[in-house]
């Protein structure tokens, strides 16, 4: 009885997080293109569909019995949507660099309400994803809402979809000409990779780690130079 019992729990539980990704997902397809630019006035006039999936989040405990994927997506998915959040409860502004409050910066605030705790951006990012749940792709994951920032995927990630998508973010992010300029002997990339170098280089170079997704083959002894970060709202 008490495995039936833990059994149908667990379908009840999966059957609600595939429930409330959905709405999540639905926001991303209708207010986000292909290419990552965000619709926030739109997205302002859907916030109370937002808040409802945030509702979710805030009852909601990732289990230890959940597969590392399941949580990485559960992380991944809280982040981009109180980064959407916090994004609209300050809307119209030009950079999520504006946004303070009582001296902290946007990723500094504790508001992203999770399993009945209150995080800040930086904690889910360094203290869960990166620590907990290590993958040098939740770079392309997370979003930070900026113009240089990896593009935000138009979809929700989910247990099934996350090791695919993250492939095809990061394949699309080191290709794309305005965040990394790449040829054979040098490449000037994304400040992400010298400020997150730790995460890129666990399994050899940076350049290894571009040679994975580059479709330009990259020399070993190729030049590298970072660009400057441009923190203007990925919005409309």
Request: with cysteine; glycine share 4%; charged share 25%.
């Amino acid at each position: 009885m008490k495995k039936i019992l833990l059994t149908l729990v667990a379908i009840f539980t999966l059957s609600q997080v595939n429930a409330q990704t959905s709405i999540f997902n639905s926001l991303l397809q209708k207010h986000v293109t292909k290419s990552g630019v965000v619709d926030y006035k739109s997205l302002k006039s859907d916030e109370a569909k937002l808040d409802s999936y945030l509702s979710y989040l805030e009852k909601t405990t990732p289990a230890s019995s959940w597969s590392e994927n399941k949580q990485k997506a559960f992380w991944i998915n809280a982040y981009n949507a109180y980064t959407i959040k916090i994004i609209l409860e300050n809307y119209p502004l030009k950079s999520i660099t504006d946004i303070k409050q009582g001296g902290k910066t946007a990723w500094k605030i504790p508001f992203a309400k999770v399993g009945g705790k209150t995080y800040t951006l930086d904690h889910i990012e360094h203290e869960i994803l990166r620590k907990n749940l290590f993958d040098a792709r939740i770079h392309v994951g997370v979003n930070c809402a900026s113009g240089s920032c990896p593009k935000l995927g138009n979809v929700a990630f989910t247990e099934q979809n996350i090791e695919a998508t993250l492939d095809k973010l990061m394949k699309d992010f080191v290709n794309d000409t305005t965040r990394n300029k790449i040829s054979a002997n040098k490449v000037q990339i994304s400040s992400i990779f010298d400020w997150f170098k730790v995460d890129f280089t666990k399994k050899g170079s940076v350049i290894d780690f571009l040679n994975k997704y580059a479709t330009t083959k990259i020399s070993p002894k190729a030049k590298i130079s970072y660009l400057k970060y441009d923190w203007t709202l990925n919005g409309k």
